[in-house]
C-alpha cells in the first residue's frame, strides 16, 4: 500500500506563491502516476495537474503556465509550486497516486489519497 501526506498549505495574497508538497511512503515503486487535485465546499474534485513516471505532465487550463508539478523520485516527494495565485484558487488540495496507465486529472481513476491541505487566497 502507499500512504501519501500533504504539506505546504497555508494563506497568501493574490499574486502571491506557495509550494505544496507531498510525501509518498510505503509501496512506492507501484505508483505509475501522481497528482494534485482541489476541491472547494459544494463542489465535486477538480484536477489540478498529474505527473507520470515519464515525467509527462498533464494540467488544466486553469492554472497552465501559473502551477508547475514535480517529483523528487529519490526521496518519493511530489510537488505543485503554486505562482500568480488568484481568490479561485482557494481550495483544500489533495494528493493522489494510482498504479495504472492512465494519468488524466479523472478524480475517480485515483485510488490513493492524501487528507489534504488548505490553500486560501485573499484580495
Known amino acids: 500500500q502507499v500512504q501519501l501526506v500533504e504539506s505546504g498549505g497555508g494563506s497568501v495574497q493574490a499574486g502571491g506563491s506557495l509550494r505544496l508538497s507531498c510525501q509518498a511512503s510505503g509501496d512506492t515503486y507501484s505508483i505509475y502516476c501522481m497528482g494534485w487535485f482541489r476541491q472547494v465546499p459544494g463542489k465535486g474534485r477538480e484536477g489540478v495537474a498529474t505527473?507520470?513516471?515519464?515525467?509527462?505532465?498533464t494540467y488544466t487550463d486553469s492554472v497552465r503556465g501559473r502551477f508547475t508539478i514535480s517529483q523528487d523520485n529519490a526521496k518519493n516527494i511530489l510537488y505543485l509550486q503554486m505562482n500568480s495565485l488568484k481568490t479561485e484558487d482557494t481550495a483544500t488540495y489533495y494528493c493522489?497516486?494510482?498504479?495504472?496507465?492512465?494519468?488524466?486529472?479523472?478524480?475517480?481513476?485515483?485510488?490513493?489519497w492524501g487528507m489534504g491541505t488548505q490553500v486560501t487566497v485573499s484580495s
Open positions: 505527473i507520470d513516471t515519464d515525467d509527462y505532465t
Open positions: 493522489a497516486a494510482d498504479r495504472t496507465s492512465y494519468c488524466g486529472l479523472r478524480p475517480t481513476d485515483f485510488t490513493t
